[in-house]
């Protein structure tokens, strides 16, 4: 991976889209979309104990739980109050009605220090992080970190996004300038928006094996039920990002303004459609 610029530097994580309401309620339709199909390629076994690094509203967590069955654990690590309390809010609803899952905790704790007692290091079968690295500075401590927290033969599991995979078409007036400032609101935090094609690397250099990638489509066009959703999605986190992009001076306000007034007006499209690509790579430690 290229060094980071001296700018860059940090030695905190910073979530861009911040952890309001309306951000909550984004990351919960997204999940809501995604988890069906992301399961299959994460694929957790039956009887898997697994660490769920950034967790977030805790939905996918929960869902993989479904998967290992009862007498299994799984462990959801999560920085933010306010998503752990819905996570937690969730699982007390989901309990009562679902006997075959495992033990599913959310436990408070950063990624790069991860919370796990003494007696839990080593002992996962599958260490899980989706949408997190390209929030860190360090990624590759963070990741060196899941690997040492999963037994020998387990799975790393990384899935998260390069930026600059990204298309619409047609594209609304002002988007490129308004997409350019939005990946470089994320190195000015000392964040990589491009970590999805580095996930390999990421692996190899925490001593991983066997190292596969893939990615798994995220889009959609006007004809499509869910396009709305993938559409409010992309509007939701470029209105999250706006105070860092205009305060830190990436792109004026005007400019700024003009260019989503043009991206809601590109939602209405007969023909929009979003061309996008969720990157993964998953690797086993070495026995």
């Avoid at 060094?3 to 990351?27: D, F, V």
């Avoid at 919370?115 to 899980?128: K, M, R, S």
């Avoid at 580095?198 to 396009?227: I, Q, T, W, Y």
């Amino acid at each position: 991976m290229p060094e980071k610029p001296e700018e860059m530097t940090t030695s905190h994580s910073t979530y861009i889209h911040g952890s309001k309401a309306n951000e909550q309620a984004r990351l919960a339709a997204l999940n809501e979309y995604l988890n069906s199909g992301y399961i299959g390629v994460v694929r957790p076994r039956r009887g898997d104990k697994i660490l769920d690094v950034g967790s977030g509203p805790g939905q996918f967590t929960l869902m993989m739980g479904e998967m290992t069955g009862h007498g299994t654990s799984v462990l959801g690590i999560e920085r933010d109050e306010r998503q752990l309390e819905q996570a937690r809010r969730m699982l007390g609803s989901a309990m009562p009605g679902i006997r075959d899952i495992a033990r599913v905790e959310f436990r408070q704790g950063d990624a790069m220090n991860l919370p796990l007692d003494p007696e839990e290091w080593g002992g996962f079968d599958l260490a899980h992080a989706r949408f997190l690295l390209e929030h860190l500075p360090d990624p590759g401590s963070v990741v060196a970190g899941m690997a040492k927290a999963v037994r020998p033969g387990g799975r790393v599991f990384l899935s998260d996004d390069d930026h600059d995979v990204f298309r619409l078409t047609p594209e609304p007036p002002g988007f490129t300038e308004l997409w350019r400032a939005y990946m470089r609101s994320y190195e000015v935090l000392g964040n990589d928006p491009h970590v999805g094609r580095h996930l390999v690397f990421l692996l190899k250099d925490a001593g991983l094996k066997s190292v596969r990638n893939g990615g798994m489509f995220f889009g959609a066009c006007a004809d499509e039920p869910h396009f709305g959703m993938i559409a409010d999605n992309l509007i939701g986190i470029l209105e999250g990002a706006g105070e860092t992009m205009t305060g830190g001076g990436l792109i004026t306000p005007d400019v700024y303004d003009r260019a989503m007034a043009a991206l809601r007006g590109w939602k209405k499209h007969p023909a929009a459609a979003q061309w996008y690509m969720l990157c993964w790579a998953e690797g086993l430690v070495k026995s």
